[in-house]
């Protein structure tokens, strides 16, 4: 996963191709003009596109999305009031939260791995139960252990 300045980055390169994207959608849905004649106003006889709004809409609605995730990107980088002790502290707190994760983590893969001898133990004594069954020799008792 990339750094927060990275992600960053990508949002605000994201933000620029939205842009060009609007502006080539805009010079290709844009009805012609003379330029013979300067015209002042739009000629107002002519349908609008229906595609026209929908791209509109859908810009739209990709440029603030893509501009919120720059906010929200921003926002969780450090502040400037952020001093190398309130980082070093938080840092001291992570590895920490970190060790006691990791040492929960051995106590269960132990735990895990004690059961699964329990469980290959079982095993063999089933398959060596069925074996000396079909076999016809007697079966034996297995202390539990």
Excluded: W
């Excluded at 002519?46 to 921003?74: G, H, M």
Aim: glycine share 2%.
């Amino acid at each position: 996963m990339a750094d927060r300045l990275t992600q960053l980055q990508d949002a605000v390169n994201s933000l620029a191709d939205q842009f060009c994207n609007v502006i080539g959608v805009l010079q290709q849905c844009a009805p012609p003009a003379s330029f013979s004649n300067i015209q002042t106003a739009i000629n107002k006889d002519q349908p609008s596109n229906p595609t026209e709004q929908e791209y509109a809409q859908l810009f739209a609605a990709l440029i603030a999305r893509t501009a919120k995730d720059v906010d929200v990107l921003i926002d969780s980088l450090p502040s400037e009031e952020s001093t190398a002790a309130l980082q070093a502290a938080s840092l001291r707190q992570l590895e920490e939260e970190n060790h006691e994760a990791a040492s929960r983590l051995e106590e269960v893969v132990y735990r895990g791995d004690m059961l699964l001898e329990k469980i290959q133990s079982t095993l063999a004594d089933i398959a060596q139960s069925q074996l000396r069954t079909r076999s016809g020799a007697p079966s034996q008792q297995v202390p539990e252990s």
